[in-house]
């Protein structure tokens, strides 16, 4: 399992951005994935998750400004993030595991990471 996120930068606040998230060595339909951040200091936390059947679950601060999608085709996972904050900087994380995401869906219980991207917003 390999995931490589692209797609971070630096923008100023109210900006967007989409990061991607390339997946190889297994079928990224087949799995539960999501993205997570973590700030300086700061513990990991959820963004938004997409599960087996395509059920979505998004951290209520992000809820209609961050979508969460999947390319089957491509085996690839997005996170288009509208109106961005500046305290939503960050190294954004790209994760996956082999089973669903009904439940325990914290950074511990998820097995695969990308290296992560770095997002910082301006004021």
């Known amino acids: 399992v390999m995931l490589v996120e692209s797609g971070g930068g630096s923008v100023q606040s109210g900006d967007s951005l989409r990061l991607s998230c390339a997946a190889s060595?297994?079928?990224?339909?087949?799995?539960?994935m999501g993205w997570f951040r973590q700030a300086p200091g700061k513990e990991r936390e959820g963004v938004a998750i997409?599960?087996?059947?395509?059920?979505?679950y998004y951290a209520d601060s992000v809820k209609g400004r961050f979508t969460i999608s999947r390319d089957n085709a491509k085996n690839t996972l997005y996170l288009q993030m509208n109106t961005l904050r500046p305290e939503e900087t960050a190294m954004y994380y790209c994760?996956?595991?082999?089973?669903?995401?009904?439940?325990?869906?914290?950074?511990?219980?998820?097995?695969?990471w990308g290296q992560g991207t770095q997002v910082t917003v301006s004021s």
């Open positions: 997409v599960d087996i059947p395509g059920t979505t």
């Open positions: 994760t996956t595991r082999s089973w669903d995401c009904a439940v325990q869906r914290g950074a511990r219980d998820f097995n695969y």
């Open positions: 060595g297994f079928t990224a339909s087949r799995y539960c």
